[in-house]
């Protein structure tokens, strides 16, 4: 059974950089699936930031292109999300999730990390 | 980006049968996959490729998918039901490929 958990700081001052690991267990990064991160904000829908295949391949969302990079470190077997010149609109609960396949779902989630930007 | 639409809230009475829709541009052409998320929780697939179940999800869940329109269809409705549903799909031509829709709170009476 997969299990992925995320891990970061809870707070992050305006203007900083947003910094979360999601770390995978009882099975390999090094698959054939996409490694996903997903926010939503306190009373919010999902929002889909972006994601990366064992290749090092990645997508983003264009509305967050700019200030988002995600990276996978295969020898711990987790990847990371870094957003940076957060403010006030990037709090949310942050997860991350495995995607099946480039046109599939998200099977596996993390329980997700409540971020705060606030000083 | 692709844009999909979903009702802000649908409410059932218990043993009645839901039905949430998720609208996009001919949506069914692509595959769906619906989400249950309720308070405090991480989201749990409920149904994948417009109508397959993932093991442990009872077959009370069920989707379809045509033309402008993917249903999810919960029969028989438990007050366990009671959630935030999300429609999410995969649009190759879209520089925002991977797109949920606004959520639907189903509401059991």
């Known amino acids: 059974q997969v299990q992925l958990q995320e891990s970061g700081p809870g707070l992050v001052k305006p203007s900083g950089t947003l910094s979360l690991t999601c770390a995978v267990s009882?099975?390999?990064?090094?698959?054939?699936?996409?490694w996903t991160w997903v926010r939503q904000p306190p009373g919010k829908g999902l929002e889909w930031i972006g994601e990366i295949y064992h290749s090092g391949s990645t997508n983003y969302n264009p509305s967050l292109k700019s200030r988002v990079t995600i990276s996978l470190d295969k020898s711990k077997n987790q990847f990371s999300l870094k957003l940076s010149s957060v403010t006030a609109a990037d709090t949310a609960v942050y997860y991350c999730a495995r995607v099946s396949g480039q046109q599939g779902p998200a099977d596996y989630w993390g329980q997700g990390t409540l971020v705060t930007v606030s000083s | 980006s692709y844009v999909l639409t979903q009702p802000p809230s649908v409410s059932v009475a218990p043993g009645q049968t839901a039905r949430i829709t998720c609208g996009g541009n001919?949506?069914?052409?692509?595959?769906v996959h619906w989400y249950q998320q309720k308070p405090g929780q991480a989201p749990v697939l409920v149904v994948y490729d417009d109508s397959d179940r993932p093991s442990g999800i009872p077959d009370r869940f069920s989707g379809s998918n045509s033309g402008n329109t993917a249903t999810l269809t919960i029969s028989r409705v438990e007050a366990g039901d009671e959630a935030d549903y999300y429609c999410q799909v995969w649009d190759s031509s879209s520089d925002h490929p991977r797109v949920f829709g606004g959520g639907t709170k189903l509401t059991v009476l």
């Open positions: 009882g099975g390999s990064i090094s698959t054939s699936n996409w």
């Open positions: 001919n949506i069914g052409s692509k595959s």
